[in-house]
């Protein structure tokens, strides 16, 4: 994982935050990169229970949705699993491999990675999966 600092405000903020003097090479403590490190994977990655795809697929079975949402996100588990991982599996979409979702098709050339995102974001990640 890699953190970039791409303006001066955050450079600013973080000075303030540790109360560091005007040298910005005092960001390079050690205990304010881990701090920082650790800040950004639970904004980007998260933290929670991992789930295989069967655990997964009973969980989603067992919450008290309706079975059009309940299949719509086994479906989605079942392709983010078929494609070991989900940028694989935007991978896919992108590309249109064979077993690509037509849900999220535009037009013949486009697709829809937005409402992908949407989908996993609304039917599995708010779920805890």
């Given amino acids: 994982m890699e953190i970039q600092l791409r303006t001066g405000k955050k450079i600013k903020y973080l000075m303030k935050k540790y109360e560091l003097d005007d040298n910005v090479w005092s960001l390079f403590n050690s205990d304010i990169i881990l701090n920082e490190f650790k800040t950004a994977y639970v904004k980007h ?10 655990k997964a697929s009973e969980r989603i079975l067992e919450l008290g949705k309706q079975p059009k949402s ?36 535009l037009t013949n ?6 409402k992908f995102k949407r989908d996993v974001n609304t039917n599995l990640i708010s779920l805890g999966i």
Avoid: W
């Fill in 109 to 114: 050339r486009n697709v829809n990675i937005d």
């Fill in 70 to 105: 309940k299949q719509l996100a086994i479906d989605l588990l079942r392709f983010i699993n078929k494609h070991r991982s989900f940028p694989d599996a935007l991978l896919a979409i992108i590309n249109r491999s064979e077993d690509f979702l037509s849900r999220y098709q």
């Fill in 45 to 54: 990655i998260g933290t929670g229970d991992y789930y295989a795809f069967d």
